[in-house]
């Protein structure tokens, strides 16, 4: 007579005295392991964030729940291991400091955010390279953020024209050459 395999941890008959699956409130996108709240990671973050608001600087609520955020899913990132909360950790980083320059007056304008978060896709798409899991929708996303943010940014740059109507006209042309290109080659079925 063979005796069942053991459950995984978290994953365990209840009544058998050992802990339920936890669910709602826990962070898990790679199995069993244990589990940090995020919603406990949210509010340890913002409340710090709003108490060093209130003490040093001028950043906004928005500003600080973005890096709360931010903090939040880094955090589930790092103590977990839990590689599907990296991209939004990326995100929300990239929007959190183009909010924070913002409002500390580091930066002025449009486009920081939208630079911010190609920067933030490309970071994804190297890290998924160097791990072998690279994703070919995060380079697409890295270059368009990085183009038009960069447009909108360069604008403001003294000595460099201002192409922010030329852009949409270069991604009509891309998208137009991508379908071009597509129709020219062989059906396989």
């Known amino acids: 007579m063979t005796t069942p395999a053991p459950s995984a941890p978290g994953r365990s008959d209840p009544a058998a005295g050992a802990r339920p699956p936890v669910q709602g409130w826990y962070w898990s996108f790679d199995g069993d392991r244990e589990r940090l709240p995020w919603v406990g990671i949210f509010l340890v973050a913002f409340g710090v964030a709003l108490l060093v608001g209130q003490l ?3 950043l906004s609520a928005g500003t600080l729940v973005l890096d709360a955020l931010a903090a939040t899913f880094l955090v589930t990132w790092l103590a977990n291991a839990a590689r ?5 950790a990326l995100i929300f980083i990239a929007l959190g400091a183009a909010s924070t320059l913002s409002d500390l007056g580091v930066v002025s304008g449009s486009g920081w955010g939208t630079f911010f978060l190609g920067l933030a896709f490309a970071v994804a798409w190297l890290l998924g390279r160097v791990w072998g ?3 070919g929708w995060t380079a697409w996303a890295a270059v368009v953020f990085l ?3 960069g447009i909108q940014v360069a604008g403001r740059i003294p000595g460099v024209p201002d ?3 030329l852009w949409p006209l270069l991604i009509v042309a891309l998208g137009l050459w991508l379908v071009w290109r597509a129709r020219r080659r062989p059906s396989w079925g």
């Open 133 to 135: 899991r690279g994703s």
């Open 147 to 149: 183009f038009v943010g």
């Open 56 to 58: 040093t600087t001028p």
């Open 84 to 88: 599907g909360a990296l991209l939004p």
């Open 163 to 165: 192409l922010s109507r």
